[in-house]
């Protein structure tokens, strides 16, 4: 099929009886340039596997199926499923991984391996938790790129004591070097969503490798971000301390470089690790918690079969 016609994407997705649905951010790139650089900007290396979240009706996955060694489909819509299944059965390097991601990516990497590089046009509503669980399992691949939201990408890339920085900033910041690569108007879609999107690449690195214990410097981030105007005293201090005394808790932060009476905002991606590993030090433990980008609503069963 013509993917650069939303007329031929319309027929299409009418043939598949699939009704375009907001909650799966069910918007079809339509525009060949922008998927060109979206590839060009994933660099896909010579023997590589790549996983496609969300093919949809295969508009990316046409550009990538000649230039990758594996590729693994990650699609929850049953209609587009069957579309898929005619358009690529064929390729013996391609498979589908039926449901939705974030309850199947785990177990497609024990059964396919990790991949090389991952792409997608992400569902609007999924994309901070598809990006948190992959930030928090440290399962960010050589290079990832995504368009997601524009309000997203801001706040992923946004620098320590700006507007947008948010916790969500910090974790991803903390555990991957971020960039943007521009932004795309809304009819690079169809049917056209009414935010603009952003391409943005994450690659694995930002202070990972010195994160002492993950599950606390999680809950850090989520106590110290939880009341913005509050300070990092008050704030740690209403999340229960992380099982120390005020006096450990204080000295920790003090053996950090931090001033405790700052706002979590002001705090660098680096300094908030720094802490983290104080704290670890002077003896915090926390249970492990939920993922801190979590959906904005519950994912369904998948819905058209
Ligand atoms: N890649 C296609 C394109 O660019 O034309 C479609 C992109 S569309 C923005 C998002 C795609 O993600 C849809 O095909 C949708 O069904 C799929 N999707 C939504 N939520 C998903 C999830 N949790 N897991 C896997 N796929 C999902």
Not at 132 to 152: I, R, S, Y
């Amino acid at each position: 099929m013509n993917h650069n016609s939303p007329a031929e994407v319309r027929a299409e997705l009418d043939r598949l009886t699939v009704e375009p649905k907001k909650r799966w951010g069910q918007n079809f790139m339509v525009n060949p340039r922008t998927r060109r650089k979206l590839i060009e900007t994933l660099e896909i290396g010579d023997g590589e596997t790549v996983w496609e979240i969300g093919p949809g009706l295969g508009a990316l996955t046409t550009e990538l199926v000649p230039r990758c060694a594996r590729l693994i489909l990650f699609e929850i819509d049953y209609g587009l499923i069957r579309h898929l299944g005619g358009e690529f059965g064929d390729h013996a390097h391609v498979d589908i991984v039926a449901g939705d991601f974030l309850r199947t990516w785990q177990q497609a990497k024990d059964d396919h391996g990790a991949p090389h590089r991952i792409v997608g046009n992400l569902p609007y509503r999924s994309a901070s938790a598809i990006i948190a669980a992959l930030v928090e399992h440290g399962a960010l691949p050589a290079h990832a790129v995504f368009t997601v939201q524009k309000e997203l990408a801001d706040r992923i890339v946004a620098p320590a004591g700006s507007r947008n920085y948010s916790s969500f900033s910090v974790l991803c910041q903390c555990l991957s070097e971020v960039r943007s690569h521009g932004e795309l108007a809304p009819g690079t879609f169809y049917p056209a969503p009414e935010v603009t999107s952003t391409v943005i690449g994450l690659r694995p690195g930002g202070a990972a490798r010195r994160v002492r214990n993950r599950d606390v410097l999680f809950a850090l981030i989520r106590a110290s971000f939880q009341a913005r105007r509050k300070t990092l005293r008050n704030n740690l201090l209403a999340q229960g301390g992380f099982g120390l005394s005020k006096a450990d808790l204080l000295d920790a932060v003090e053996a950090a470089g931090v001033d405790a009476g700052s706002r979590a905002e002001e705090l660098s991606p680096a300094t908030v690790v720094r802490l983290a590993n104080a704290l670890v030090g002077s003896g915090a433990a926390v249970p492990p918690q939920a993922p801190l980008g979590a959906p904005e609503e519950e994912e369904g069963e998948p819905e058209s079969k």
